[in-house]
Nanobody, 123 residues
């Protein structure tokens, strides 16, 4: 059974930084896609960043390029999202997800999800 547990959310002022972590367990495949998604109140969930754990290829939504960095520690089986230069519009519940998908940016095809961690950015 795949389990994903996020941590690291919190409240920060605009321009600040946070690092999210997602501890994964129970995945039987050696390499797969992992991603960070977010959902703000009244908005649809959106894919923010993804990584292929094999080659380490990364993908970012335009809204976070240059500010967010996704990474994966294979030894710890932990996914990270370093978020810098945070803006109030980054405020959302952030979710970690994983799956074997043909392309890591097929945001709608992830089937394994964490419980989410709240990020709040004040102006």
């Amino acid at each position: 059974q795949v389990q994903l547990v996020e941590s690291g959310g919190g409240s920060v002022q605009g321009g600040g930084s946070l690092r999210l972590s997602c501890a994964a367990s129970g995945y039987t495949y050696g390499t797969y896609c992992m991603g960070w998604f977010r959902q703000a109140p009244g908005k649809e969930r959106e894919g923010v960043a993804a990584i292929y754990t094999g080659a380490g290829s990364t993908y970012y939504a335009d809204s976070v390029k240059g500010r967010f960095t996704i990474s994966h520690d294979n030894a710890k089986n932990t996914l990270y999202l370093q978020m810098n230069s945070l803006k109030p519009e980054d405020t959302a519940m952030y979710y970690c997800a994983a799956d074997l998908v043909p392309e890591c940016t097929r945001w709608g095809e992830y089937n394994y999800w964490g419980q989410g961690t709240q990020v709040t950015v004040s102006s």
